[in-house]
């Protein structure tokens, strides 16, 4: 069989191990070809102090005019971070160009984190992206961004992080993105629950017609550049080469948590991004 063909749709920075660094090694040694397609080239990822970044917008459409007259046609599309509206408008017309009944579409919602909007962020853009949500079989929003695609208020929702039913709550909030953007499957990452004074867990918490459950982890360091990324390029990479639903998830944290915990024994700076490059062979 051929090699399947994923469009990866994403920035590309020089530091900082994230975006279209992170997505094109974890497709290759899962055995998927990536096709990059560059919403910006920076010098580093913007957690720096300093970066230059030079915007592609304008440059998106010949990926589709190009990719059309050779005749390309990818087997998955995966989004991730967008600047700006017009750039949404853009991928939303190439998904309608490339995308058949067999096309997987992943979405990741960048939008915000930590119960703030990202400095880009704006009301149009939000519309937008729930737009682009609605064209997904998959998106991966954290706790910050299903609350914006859910119209909830994120800090009354937080209060009840501690409580024994936080992660049923959530759980509502997932069934809720199925029907209200008719995606497939919802996996809401990155969300903290502590379980004693000592013990934190980090839940990703799936929804998908009839089955909702979690895979966790402990909590390990801090919050570092690139794991969501890694996460849903390893979910996109699994689902792409038929691997169950569940299997994928569990091996997507497995690999982040044993980066981490590396990482983290080491001491590098959360801008740097977490050391997975030696454990990709768990991919394979």
Same mark, same amino acid.
């Given at each position: 069989?051929?090699?399947?063909?994923?469009?990866?749709?994403?920035?590309?920075?020089?530091?900082?191990?994230?975006?279209?660094?992170?997505?094109?090694?974890? =497709?290759?040694?899962?055995?998927?070809?990536?096709?990059?397609?560059?919403?910006?080239?920076?010098?580093?990822?913007?957690? *720096?102090?300093?970066?230059?970044? #030079?915007?592609?917008?304008?440059?998106?459409?010949?990926?589709?005019?190009?990719?059309?007259?050779?005749?390309?046609?990818?087997? @998955?599309?995966?989004?991730?971070?967008?600047?700006?509206?017009?750039?949404?408008?853009?991928?939303?017309? *190439?998904?309608?160009? *490339?995308?058949?009944?067999?096309?997987?579409?992943?979405?990741?919602?960048? =939008?915000?984190?930590? @119960?703030?909007?990202?400095?880009?962020?704006?009301?149009?853009?939000?519309?937008?992206?729930?737009?682009?949500?609605?064209?997904?079989?998959?998106?991966?929003? #954290?706790?910050?961004?299903?609350?914006?695609?859910?119209?909830?208020?994120?800090?009354?929702?937080?209060?009840?992080?501690?409580?024994?039913?936080?992660?049923?709550?959530?759980?509502? =909030?997932?069934?809720?993105?199925?029907?209200?953007?008719?995606?497939?499957?919802?996996?809401?990452? @990155?969300?903290? $629950?502590?379980?004693?004074?000592?013990?934190?867990?980090? #839940?990703?918490?799936?929804?998908?017609?009839?089955?909702? *459950?979690?895979?966790?982890?402990?909590?390990?360091?801090?919050?570092?550049?690139?794991?969501?990324?890694?996460?849903?390029?390893?979910?996109?990479? @699994?689902?792409?080469?038929?691997?169950?639903?569940?299997?994928?998830? #569990?091996?997507?944290?497995?690999?982040?948590?044993?980066?981490?915990?590396?990482?983290?024994?080491?001491?590098? $700076?959360?801008?740097?991004?977490?050391?997975?490059?030696? $454990?990709?062979?768990?991919?394979?």
């Amino acid at each position: 069989m051929m090699t399947k063909k994923a469009v990866l749709i994403n920035d590309l920075s020089g530091l900082g191990k994230c975006s279209l660094t992170a997505a094109i090694s974890v =497709l290759s040694v899962m055995g998927i070809q990536a096709c990059p397609m560059p919403t910006a080239v920076l010098t580093s990822q913007t957690g *720096f102090e300093s970066f230059y970044c #030079n915007d592609c917008t304008d440059k998106l459409d010949y990926y589709t005019s190009e990719w059309k007259k050779l005749g390309f046609q990818p087997d @998955g599309i995966y989004t991730g971070f967008l600047s700006s509206e017009k750039q949404v408008d853009k991928i939303l017309s *190439f998904i309608d160009s *490339f995308e058949t009944d067999d096309t997987l579409v992943l979405v990741d919602p960048v =939008l915000g984190d930590g @119960g703030r909007t990202y400095s880009l962020y704006t009301e149009t853009l939000g519309k937008k992206m729930k737009k682009l949500v609605s064209v997904a079989d998959v998106i991966t929003p #954290n706790l910050t961004e299903c609350c914006i695609l859910c119209d909830t208020d994120y800090s009354e929702l937080i209060k009840n992080a501690d409580s024994s039913d936080f992660l049923d709550m959530v759980a509502e =909030l997932a069934k809720k993105l199925l029907k209200l953007y008719k995606v497939k499957t919802v996996i809401v990452t @990155g969300i903290e $629950h502590k379980i004693s004074d000592e013990v934190t867990k980090i #839940n990703n918490l799936i929804a998908a017609d009839d089955e909702v *459950f979690c895979v966790s982890c402990e909590k390990t360091g801090g919050s570092y550049s690139g794991t969501g990324d890694l996460f849903a390029s390893v979910v996109f990479s @699994g689902l792409l080469r038929g691997d169950s639903l569940k299997d994928t998830v #569990n091996l997507a944290v497995k690999f982040i948590q044993t980066s981490l915990c590396e990482t983290v024994k080491l001491g590098i $700076h959360r801008n740097e991004g977490i050391e997975f490059e030696k $454990h990709l062979k768990m991919l394979l």
